[in-house]
């Protein structure tokens, strides 16, 4: 199927100091929104269908919120110890714990005598207190620091890919991004890539930066200068932007010098870079700004 074009709709008046929020069920029916506000305009974006049907490494795995709403546990501090409270604001995990993290895959980090180990929403230990950090689960593995080294285990506590990396991010879609250089630093010489669960490199690591992946591709550094990458290794938008944000509803927001526009997947745009700021497509809307 080919990439529907997509016109841009702006409306703006003077009277008027912010843009409204919108339920999307307003939207309904709509062939495009009128926004008012009062310059320096922050303006949204229209996605109009005409009628011819035009990081670094992170320790956060995925949505805790949701994930500590469906455990209804919560970490939370009482004196110098943590526990984990209830939904009332009740402890049903004494305060026992150094640091408490939030539940992630059914597991939570916490910490004794400065070691990593992990809880179920019961509080007992499954994985006991025994690396030097640890990162949350998800997708049913959780980054360890041995050493000065990071790598993976299962929910079985056992390693499962050798610690071997500067750093790590959570797996998402069965890959994780990882550094190739020293655990705490940032050096020229540093190199960013993909594995999988097997341990194994998607691509060759490379890159100077990496985002994360969404739809199906991820932001990546060469040379100051920022392309995408597929699931596969395989480049397939040449690195030529100052800047770029994740996919979302088939658009990139990208940066050519102090402008930003949006990308389709093949690297063409469908907004030109006109912005002097701007945020990333959601349910059909992206705010923008525009200097006077």
């Known amino acids: 199927m080919s ?72 970490p939370s501090a009482q004196g110098n110890k943590y526990g984990y409270v209830d939904r009332t604001g009740k402890f049903v995990i004494n305060p026992q714990f150094d640091f408490a993290e939030s539940v992630s895959d059914g597991l939570a980090e916490v910490k004794i005598d400065h070691k990593s180990g992990f809880i179920d929403v019961t509080g007992k230990f499954v994985i006991n207190p025994q690396f030097d950090d640890a990162s949350s689960f998800s997708e049913g593995l959780a980054a360890v620091l041995v050493g000065k080294k990071w790598g993976f285990i299962n929910k079985t506590g056992r390693i499962v890919i050798t610690p071997q990396f500067g750093c790590t991010g959570p797996f998402v879609g069965g890959l994780a991004k990882v550094k190739i250089g020293a ?8 190199r960013y890539g993909f594995i999988d669960k097997a341990g194994k490199f998607v691509g060759n690591p490379q890159f100077e930066d990496v985002g994360v992946f969404s739809e199906g591709l991820v932001q990546v550094e060469v040379n100051d200068e920022w392309g995408f990458m597929d699931k596969t290794g395989k ?13 979302s509803e088939g658009l990139a927001l990208v940066w050519i010098g ?33 200097d006077d």
């Open 258 to 290: 102090d402008r930003c526009g949006y990308i389709d997947k093949i690297g063409k745009f469908a907004i030109n870079p006109q912005f002097s700021d701007a945020e990333s497509f959601k349910q059909g809307l992206a705010r923008v700004r525009i």
């Open 235 to 247: 480049v397939v938008v040449y690195p030529q932007f100052a800047k770029a944000q994740p996919f």
């Open 183 to 190: 655990w705490g630093n940032v050096e020229d010489g540093d």
């Open 3 to 74: 990439p529907r074009p997509y016109r841009l709709s702006i409306h703006a008046h003077p009277d008027y100091n912010s843009a409204m929020a919108f339920e999307p069920s307003a939207l309904t029916g709509m062939e495009s929104l009128v926004v008012y506000l009062r310059p320096p305009p922050v303006v949204l974006l229209s996605l109009c269908l005409s009628v011819a049907a035009m990081s670094g490494c992170s320790k956060v795995g995925q949505n805790k919120t949701t994930e500590n709403s469906k455990a209804g546990l919560y």
